[in-house]
């Protein structure tokens, strides 16, 4: 079975521009989540669909987040303008909400790393 | 809002000694898991703990939970190089899917 996939793995970009990334989860997870680890810290989540529509996106910046997932597969995260403070690892994961017995075991992606400059 | 604690975050050890490391958290939560993070690496499922008295384990480490305490502990025997990453908990919060990491625990084993 195929993992989450990301792309690119790396990126640099001068503050301002805009970037985007994009995670292909595991085939047949209905449930996808956009995570941002900053170096030293923990994993916090941005967003989580569940197929194409939005569950929590209580912790997204809106003002320069935004996140898409149109057919309820594939997802696109978008930030723009890009601060020095978004240099992060941005990773992607997904469930498969019928698996309750194992807790809704979340599956990560190798993520992608920023640097803004 | 649900807060999760780690201790210790910074952990040396000697290998073949035996050590522990604590995740508290601040509300009710019947799901807790811990995850390994290698350098430049992804997060690595380890343990998935749903129930009371969980225990589980795999290898060298053990993990426990106590809903009661809210705390859950990563046990680990007979330390080896090997077992070198970051080690994170996270907890499942009131909506499905929903998870809250704690800090991170770097433990280094040395000879």
């Known amino acids: 079975e195929a993992g989450v996939a990301q792309s690119p793995r790396y990126k640099i970009i001068e503050k301002r521009q805009s970037v985007a990334f994009w995670c292909n989860p595991i085939?047949?997870?209905?449930?996808l989540y956009w995570y941002q680890q900053i170096l030293g810290q923990g994993p916090k989540l941005l967003i989580q669909?569940?197929?194409?529509?939005?569950?929590?996106d209580s912790q997204l910046p809106k003002d320069r987040f935004s996140a898409e997932r149109l057919k309820g597969v594939d997802s696109t995260l978008k930030i723009q303008p890009a601060k020095l403070e978004d240099s992060a690892v941005y990773l992607c994961?997904?469930?498969?909400?019928?698996?309750?017995?194992?807790?809704?075991?979340?599956?990560f992606g190798p993520g992608t790393r920023l640097t803004v400059t | 809002e649900l807060k999760v604690e780690q201790n210790p975050l910074f952990l040396s050890m000697q290998e073949g000694k035996n050590y522990t490391i604590y995740c508290n958290y601040s509300?009710?939560?019947?799901?807790l898991y811990w995850y390994r993070q290698d350098p430049g690496k992804s997060l690595e499922s380890l343990f998935v703990?749903?129930?009371?008295?969980a225990v589980k384990q795999e290898g060298r480490l053990m993990a426990s939970l106590d809903t009661k305490a809210r705390l859950s502990t990563l046990h680990i025997t007979a330390a080896v190089h090997d077992l070198s990453a970051t080690y994170f908990c996270?907890?499942?919060?009131?909506?499905?899917?929903?998870?809250?990491f704690g800090q991170g625990t770097i433990l280094t084993v040395h000879p």
């Open positions: 085939s047949g997870h209905a449930t």
């Open positions: 703990l749903l129930s009371n008295g």
């Open positions: 669909f569940q197929n194409n529509g939005v569950v929590d």
């Open positions: 996270a907890v499942g919060g009131t909506s499905y899917g929903k998870l809250t």
């Open positions: 994961a997904s469930s498969n909400p019928q698996t309750k017995l194992r807790g809704y075991e979340q599956y």
């Open positions: 509300t009710t939560s019947d799901r």
